[in-house]
């Protein structure tokens, strides 16, 4: 492929995941912290102290912090399409059983599996942007993505301020009628991601085959690369703790160690010149000469 038709199927790439990752991150960063936009009337409604909103507002991150690896793990194993669309199902229809929480206890638990059926969505998302996008494209795909974070600190504000004027309509509070309708979305990316989204280039029926095989290549032999110098690095953390640290040396190139060996044969060939072509002492001094050892007899 030329330049030209591989920068066709980034833009092609780009346009088909990047627009859905970053509503699915969006929505997910809405419904993280909508939480303190419901408190402004569901601490009044139920009874909420300072305390247990605080904990039960950070509890959420405890969940999510405990889960990641997890969650990643099995990513890895069953493929990003389907977990990445189980994540936003589970988080949605869990957002939206907030509305039914009445007790702090309740609303432990339905913060702590929020966060765990959130853990590992931004880096599944990272994870699955490698297996598409070259390091030469990965940043920008990257950017393109994180833009959804301040996007939705911009954008949910004012529309989870709008939601709670809904307080009184079909008898519920302001405050479940926000966690209702910003839970749905989620649900709905989830099932769309199961149809949208495909786990790797060589599944994706919407490029051509010699797109598929360029992008496969390029990703699989970056991939190779890559698992070289960590099983370099690997092979000298063992000798290092193998050996020693004072007894590992450098591992020196062919050519620079043939260099060194015959600057040092050079060198001593030099010495055993000199030492050849040297007077000697006795010659120096004249200790030795045949007019001294006539004076001597």
Known sequence: MDLDQKAATMRQVSARLLPFLLALYFVAYVDRVNVGIAALQMNADLNFGDATFGFGAGIFFLGYALFEIPSNIILARVGARRWLARIAITWGLLTCAMLAVRTPTQFYVARFALGVAEAGLFPGVIYYLSQWFPQSHRARALAGFMIASPLAQVIGGPVG?????????????????????????????????????????????????????????????????????????????????????????????????????????????ARARGRRSRPRLGNRVGLRTPAHRACRS
Do not use: C, K, M, N
């Open 161 to 269: 301020g709008a939601l709670l004027g809904l307080r009184g309509t079909a008898g519920l509070g302001g405050w479940q009628w926000l966690f209702l309708i910003e839970g749905l979305p989620a649900v709905v990316l989830g099932v769309i991601a199961l149809y949208w989204l495909d786990d790797r280039p060589a599944e994706a029926t919407w490029l051509t085959h010699g797109q598929r095989a360029w992008l496969t290549e390029r990703i699989a032999t970056e991939a190779r690369h890559a698992g070289g110098e960590g099983a370099s690095l690997q092979e000298a953390s063992r000798r290092t703790a193998a050996l020693g640290e004072g007894a590992v040396r450098p591992q020196v190139p062919p050519a620079r160690r043939d260099h060194r060996i015959g600057a040092r044969q050079a060198r001593r060939r």
